[in-house]
């Protein structure tokens, strides 16, 4: 049987991304942020419910552990802003199971990077910068775009107040599919995959604010100004109906951290998930004191895709899934 052995992009497209990558290192040399680079396995993983972490077993010195293939960088790169590095990137390899698509693939790189000291709004005009420098061209104009008015404005309801009996109808009329075991996020995020992330980033940059507060993952929270609700404290940014970005206001707070991923390993057990050990050493860096500021993580390949025009990621990947 015949192997297929060669590359799912061009050669004439690999040169192109490696000129794109120059881009992005040059872009951080001018202001000052450094790279980093972190280990892709780590003793720790995301507890994220609607991620899915990849682990191996593996001989230590310690003897057969459990590692975990990183979803992104951003738990090491942590530490070493504990540690005083000041702001830094990296162009990282990442790993998300079952995230194999046009748009996807099960590892993939991501650009992250922190600034200590930035404002989450400065770091908005700093992302839709590096889009505008990677993309060569003005992508339009940057706007802040508030969840809840998304859904206001596409389904008539109010994401925050809605029941979950309803949303949960809304979902599967809108997806096509049973979302009866669903909760409340699953079936926001389906709403928004399906209506409407589709309708953003036309003729100009959406940057995506004020998430629900179970959003937040690893951001602080802060009050919707319209009637006090927590809010979570990131954006996501969308070019083209893509998403391309999510940045947040780095939560500093070693306790607030901890109860997070004890929350999101006892949701992970009531859907049925696997759980995901907690990173001890990411807790143990907050402890000691992380930096206020922002960070964000891009997906490169899809912004490359974006840039040269293609089709799939798979077409700016040497070798993408299952061609690996």
């Known amino acids: 049987m015949a192997v297929d ?49 990849l682990s191996t077993e593996a001989a230590t010195s310690a003897g057969r552990e459990r590692l975990w293939l990183q979803t992104s960088p951003e738990f090491a790169m ?4 504990a540690a005083g590095s000041g702001s830094i990137f990296q162009l990282a390899r990442s790993f998300r199971d079952g995230e194999v ?29 590096l889009v505008a420098r990677v993309l060569g061209r003005d992508p339009g104009p940057l706007r802040r775009r508030r969840y809840r008015e998304l859904f206001r404005d596409a389904l008539g309801i109010d994401p925050f107040t809605e029941s979950l009996e309803a949303l949960r109808r809304l979902a599967g009329e809108r997806g096509g599919l049973s979302m009866a075991d669903s909760d409340r996020d699953g079936c926001l ?4 995959s399906f209506v409407i992330e589709p309708t953003l980033g036309r003729d100009g940059l959406d940057a995506v ?37 999510n940045g947040y206001d ?5 306790a607030e951290q901890r109860v997070r991923f004890t929350e999101d390993n006892l949701a992970r057990r009531e859907l049925g998930l696997p759980e995901v050990d907690v990173d001890a050493r990411l807790l143990a860096a907050l402890e000691s004191g992380l930096p206020e500021g922002s960070g964000v993580a891009l997906g490169l390949d899809r ?22």
């Open 5 to 53: 052995w060669g590359p799912t992009a061009t050669l004439e497209t690999l040169r192109e991304r490696a000129r794109l990558l120059a881009e992005v290192r040059g872009f951080f040399a001018e202001r000052d942020v450094w790279e980093v680079e972190t280990p892709v396995l780590g003793h720790g993983g995301s507890t994220e419910v609607h991620l899915a972490s």
């Open 78 to 81: 942590k530490r070493l802003l």
């Open 101 to 129: 698509g046009r748009r996807h693939n099960l590892e993939f790189t991501m650009l992250e990077w922190y600034r200590p000291g930035l404002g989450l709004e400065a770091l908005i005009e700093e992302t839709a910068a």
């Open 189 to 192: 995020d389906l709403l928004m």
């Open 209 to 245: 604010v004020d998430y629900p507060a179970s959003q937040a993952a690893l951001a602080r929270h802060h009050r919707d100004p319209e009637d006090g609700a927590r809010v979570a404290s990131r954006f996501e940014l969308y070019l083209d109906g893509l998403e391309l970005a």
């Open 250 to 254: 780095e939560l500093t707070d070693a």
């Open 303 to 324: 912004l490359i895709q974006l840039a040269l025009g293609k089709a799939s990621v798979a077409e700016v990947i040497a070798f993408a899934t299952p061609r690996c």
